[in-house]
């Protein structure tokens, strides 16, 4: 028994508000996830010796904690599951990048192992093996675009317009658990009701179908939407110390390309109306890249990708 080809997509945070911080350190957020077809690419086979086997290696990170490996051990402890599985995975999103790479793979393990072992577990079950992984995880099982809170566990679905996005990944590594320790980090954003957000989205898309927002390359907009609801808290604190993240910010700037930092980066997106604008400004930033040093470009890679309406093994839980 195997499962070829699973996707794992990338998720972007929206907007990022750091609302609050817990007794363990843990910080309170609003966030909006939207996932998006830049996609790793999982295979699966079951064995019948119990043994989780992956070949996917992570420099510097031993196997056995690799998210995907900790994923299967997780089901297989929680469901008392005797069989094991070869796993390998084809990576396309950048690890560490504020992209939930490694999260995602970790959903994607529980959702494509619940039905290769047949364990049965429902989305709310496989939900709770997901957020002791990482807080990012549960809400590529939820599988909806989603207004979250918590830690990023509360988890409420939210309609989103098709949208377009470029991507891009700064030449520059940026540690999560840096950031939000950072005595400069902004940690009191007022919480907002989700409502605020929807009808934001609501008034955005009206715009954009009168054209407002739909602007063509030839107008010198670039067709980016230029509009972000809200912040990413995170995004002050990164380029203050990160030189890398804000040239890359002021070189798609200047191109017009109003772009923000997803999570903690260092991955920053542009909105497009259209999957075309999102390529046309990738094609036209490629080859302008400015150099950090003498060999570095600031920009190592940029993505053209539709953002996706659901997560793509929404249905293979059930609920
Ligand atoms: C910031 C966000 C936004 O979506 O995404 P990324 O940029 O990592 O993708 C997430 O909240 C990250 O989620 P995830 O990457 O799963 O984080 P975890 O492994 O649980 O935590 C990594 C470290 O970040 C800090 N952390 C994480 C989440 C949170 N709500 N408060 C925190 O303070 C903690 O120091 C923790 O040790
Ligand atoms: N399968 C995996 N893919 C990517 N990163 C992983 C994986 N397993 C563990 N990790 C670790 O998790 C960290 C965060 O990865 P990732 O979710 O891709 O980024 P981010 O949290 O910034 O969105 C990486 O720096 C890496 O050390």
Redesign the pocket.
């Known amino acids: 028994m195997r499962l070829y080809d699973v996707p794992a997509p990338a998720k972007l945070?929206l907007f990022?508000h750091v609302t609050g911080r817990r007794e363990d350190?843990?910080?309170l957020?609003q966030?909006v996830?939207r996932f998006i077809d830049l996609c790793d690419m999982l295979h699966f086979e079951r064995s019948s010796d119990g043994l989780v086997v992956c070949d996917h290696e992570i420099p510097g990170l031993p196997a056995e904690e690799n998210l995907i490996v900790r994923a299967a051990r997780a089901l297989q402890q929680a469901t008392g599951a005797k069989w094991g599985a070869r796993i390998s995975c084809d990576k396309r999103i950048p690890a560490g990048g504020?992209?939930?790479g490694g999260?995602s793979d970790a959903a994607t393990t529980l959702i494509a192992l619940n039905r290769l072992w047949e364990t049965g577990l429902n989305r709310r079950q496989l939900m709770e093996l997901a957020l002791p992984l990482?807080?990012?995880?549960p809400v590529f099982v939820y599988g909806q675009p989603a207004f979250a809170e918590g830690?990023?566990e509360v988890l409420t679905g939210v309609d989103l317009p098709e949208r377009a996005y470029l991507v891009a990944q700064p030449a520059q590594h940026v540690s999560?658990?840096h950031v939000?320790?950072d005595p400069g980090l902004t940690r009191d954003t007022k919480s907002i009701k989700m409502s605020v957000f929807a009808d934001w989205v609501l008034r955005h898309q009206l715009q954009a179908k009168g054209g407002q927002a739909k602007q063509t390359l030839e107008s010198g907009l670039n067709g980016s939407c230029g509009v972000f609801f809200g912040r990413n808290d995170?995004e002050p604190v990164v380029r203050a110390r990160y030189p890398v993240i804000e040239k890359a910010l002021a070189f798609l700037r200047q191109n017009g390309i109003c772009a923000r930092m997803?999570?903690?980066?260092a991955c920053l997106f542009a909105e497009f109306v259209t999957h075309e604008q999102a390529l046309l400004n990738q094609q036209k930033i490629i080859g302008k890249i400015p150099y950090c040093g003498d060999t570095v470009p600031v920009i190592e890679a940029a993505w053209a990708c539709h953002g996706l309406l659901d997560h793509p093994l929404r249905y293979w839980t059930k609920d």
């Open positions: 945070n990022l350190g843990y910080h957020l966030t996830f504020g992209l939930g999260s990482g807080a990012d995880v830690v990023g999560t658990p939000f320790t995170l997803t999570g903690s980066g």
